[in-house]
């Protein structure tokens, strides 16, 4: 696949930047919701409510341009959903035991794992996109664990690692699929496929119940529409036009969007290890962003 357009580029990544806002929020919704719901009735209930919020998206789309969703379209967006499904299972499934602060940094793994995944397959990626991504890990592991907690290697650990590499093949099979499938196709497909499966493991493994989904019915709200829906939406149209190594770096802010709704919604506040790795997050992004203006000053030279 060719680079997208520069301009086109940046804007993409300011739109993944707002799907890391939406998510970081989201996060508290999600540990709220884990005191009533077991991880598969969780997921299944949110993207329920997630479909509902896109159907009437996709059938204006289908009714404008007069492309009904075909076969090989759904096919895609089921392989999208089981990628889908099994990123959100083990990451909701350990999250709980981890902690927040050591979830958020071994989910956020998945940063590094999209571009050598990447190279693996062939794909480019600019020299300031990994030297962000260098500046990303310790900025992700000062932001998310404290101080005082040891990085060891409990089996909910391992559970959060292995989640991140399917986030990260769940990125790259976005990046592959919206080139020839729409955004609302390929998102509303996902996550029909991500529901079935959600909804039949809940009910063969959990033991769904009303009264439990109505206690997390705003946690599921939250998570379902702004999460599921308008989340995963902007992250398929910016993944369009944007790299896999630079998408996956303004969703890692994630994390920064973490630390402020835990201050906002929680109370919470940072010690000089917070602001330290805001700054070089902050400065992880100013450098990934650099080699996409450099080459946008490069050919505007040439003009």
Same mark, same amino acid.
């Given at each position: 696949?060719?680079?997208?357009?520069?301009?086109?580029?940046?804007?993409?990544?300011?739109?993944?930047?707002?799907?890391?806002?939406?998510?970081?929020?989201?996060?508290?919704?999600?540990?709220?919701?884990?005191?009533?719901?077991?991880?598969?009735?969780?997921?299944?209930?949110?993207?329920?409510?997630?479909?509902?919020?896109?159907?009437?998206?996709?059938?204006?789309?289908?009714?404008?341009?007069?492309?009904?969703?075909?076969?090989?379209?759904?096919?895609?967006?089921?392989?999208?959903?089981?990628?889908?499904?099994?990123?959100?299972?083990?990451?909701?499934?350990?999250?709980?035991?981890?902690?927040?602060?050591?979830?958020?940094?071994?989910?956020?793994?998945?940063?590094?794992? &999209?571009?050598? =995944?990447?190279?693996? *397959? #062939?794909?480019?990626?600019?020299?300031?996109?990994?030297? +962000? /991504?260098?500046?990303? !890990?310790?900025?992700?592991?000062?932001?998310?664990?404290?101080?005082?907690?040891?990085?060891?290697?409990?089996?909910?650990?391992?559970?959060?690692?292995?989640?991140?590499?399917?986030?990260?093949?769940?990125?790259?099979?976005?990046?592959?699929?919206?080139?020839?499938?729409?955004?609302?196709?390929?998102?509303?497909?996902?996550?029909?496929?991500?529901?079935?499966?959600?909804?039949?493991?809940?009910?063969?493994?959990?033991?769904?119940?009303?009264?439990?989904?109505?206690?997390?019915?705003?946690?599921?709200?939250?998570?379902?529409?702004?999460?599921?829906? &308008?989340?995963? =939406?902007?992250?398929? *149209? #910016?993944?369009?036009?944007?790299?896999?190594?630079?998408? +996956? /770096?303004?969703?890692? !802010?994630?994390?920064?969007?973490?630390?402020?709704?835990?201050?906002?919604?929680?109370?919470?506040?940072?010690?000089?290890?917070?602001?330290?790795?805001?700054?070089?997050?902050?400065?992880?992004?100013?450098?990934?962003?650099?080699?996409?203006?450099?080459?946008?000053?490069?050919?505007?030279?040439?003009?």
């Amino acid at each position: 696949m060719n680079n997208p357009p520069v301009k086109n580029e940046l804007r993409c990544a300011a739109l993944l930047l707002m799907t890391a806002g939406i998510w970081g929020f989201a996060m508290a919704f999600q540990r709220e919701g884990s005191r009533y719901l077991q991880p598969f009735t969780f997921n299944a209930a949110r993207y329920t409510v997630g479909i509902f919020a896109l159907l009437p998206l996709l059938l204006r789309e289908i009714k404008t341009t007069g492309k009904p969703l075909n076969r090989k379209e759904a096919a895609k967006g089921a392989v999208q959903g089981i990628a889908l499904f099994l990123a959100s299972f083990l990451q909701q499934s350990a999250v709980g035991e981890a902690g927040a602060g050591k979830a958020g940094f071994l989910t956020a793994l998945y940063v590094v794992m &999209v571009p050598v =995944l990447g190279a693996l *397959i #062939g794909k480019r990626t600019q020299i300031t996109t990994w030297l +962000a /991504l260098l500046l990303a !890990l310790p900025a992700l592991y000062l932001l998310c664990v404290p101080a005082d907690e040891r990085l060891s290697l409990a089996p909910s650990d391992s559970i959060l690692l292995l989640s991140s590499l399917v986030w990260a093949v769940q990125i790259l099979c976005m990046d592959h699929f919206v080139q020839t499938v729409t955004p609302l196709k390929l998102c509303t497909m996902q996550f029909v496929s991500a529901v079935m499966l959600n909804w039949i493991f809940a009910f063969i493994f959990e033991h769904p119940a009303w009264e439990d989904l109505r206690r997390a019915m705003i946690p599921i709200l939250y998570t379902g529409v702004m999460s599921t829906g &308008v989340g995963y =939406l902007f992250q398929a *149209i #910016g993944q369009k036009g944007c790299r896999p190594a630079l998408a +996956a /770096l303004m969703m890692s !802010l994630e994390s920064v969007f973490c630390v402020i709704a835990g201050a906002i919604m929680l109370g919470e506040r940072m010690d000089s290890r917070g602001y330290i790795g805001c700054f070089l997050m902050l400065l992880a992004v100013l450098t990934a962003q650099a080699g996409g203006l450099l080459q946008l000053k490069r050919r505007t030279e040439r003009v």
